[in-house]
């Protein structure tokens, strides 16, 4: 009878913790044959101001946030800026000149990276399941021994549905330490309310980025920042209003200290500031898109990829 007792609290212990756990899993196809099912997407927009080289303190302030925005708002999806998680910091390893010095913060540097299946990536997982919304996190991403900035897109099932790592740095590609990578590819992730395709930061500077990302079919695009803005009317607000509008894509620009809820016409809906939690509800009918497009003459546009043009 012991021996029975024993196995059914062993069995009861572990139904227990299979069903307060999340088993993370990465599906990046997940949707991909389903057809869109839903026109209307509500997003929340979480202006996160981080603390440097703190993941810790900052994971505490990204749940509670998304917590409230979700009791509040209830979005279908929650957006944070770029290195959120960490609180991007390459910028403070590469001013550092004293080549000791700068050893050591490149060590630290190292060490603060994520993989995507680390601790903190397991609790986002699990938050978008428990909330039952879709999610992304910007964080630094340590990869095959690699460094990335990317950010990840997470599904209410708590399941990885999208990657996507900064192709265009800022900061040019001589200075920053040589594992710090850029990405290479532009993916689109299906949702059951459309495509939404990601560009981080400077990546909004170039207009071929977003332009590949709406030619694969992005009906919304999602834009995490931590660099330069601006605080009105200026050139970054200009220049968001016109990748929503040349691209005809409804457009969410999240920074630390600014949101941005634009529409496909490239109307600025919603204006939030630091720490601020501001949402918009987008209308992502294929219908409304299906020509934006017509009046483009691709063989024109060889001079592009033209490096000798440089």
Known sequence: MRGLLATTGVFILIMTFLSTSHAQSI?????????QKQFNMHIASLSIYPKKWDKAAN???????????????????????EGVLDGYVINQVNRVKDSSK??????QFIELGEPIDGPYIKRACSLADELDIFFTLGFL??????????VILIDPDGDIIGRYSK?????GYQEIPSFYQPGNKYPVFDTPYGKIGIMICYDRQLP???RILALKGAQILLVPSYGGFDKGDGWNT???????????????????????????????????????????????????????????????????????LN
């Open 27 to 35: 599906r990046l196809n997940k949707y991909q044959d389903s057809p």
């Open 59 to 81: 994971w505490t302030k990204i749940e509670t946030m998304v917590r409230q925005a979700v009791h509040q708002q209830k979005p279908q999806i929650v957006v944070t800026p």
């Open 102 to 107: 700068k050893s050591e913060l490149i060590k």
């Open 141 to 150: 991403e340590q990869r095959d021994e690699r460094s990335y900035n990317s």
């Open 167 to 171: 192709t265009h740095f800022a900061q």
């Open 208 to 210: 071929e980025n977003a």
């Open 238 to 308: 200009a220049m968001m209003r016109t990748r929503a509008h040349e691209n005809r894509c409804a457009l969410v620009f999240c920074h630390p200290k600014q949101s941005l809820l634009i529409t496909r016409h490239g109307k600025i809906e919603v204006m939030g500031g630091k720490d601020e939690i501001v949402t918009y509800t987008v209308n992502t009918d294929p219908a409304k898109i299906k020509d934006r497009f017509n009046n483009r003459r691709p063989s024109m546009y060889g001079s592009i990829t033209d490096d000798s």
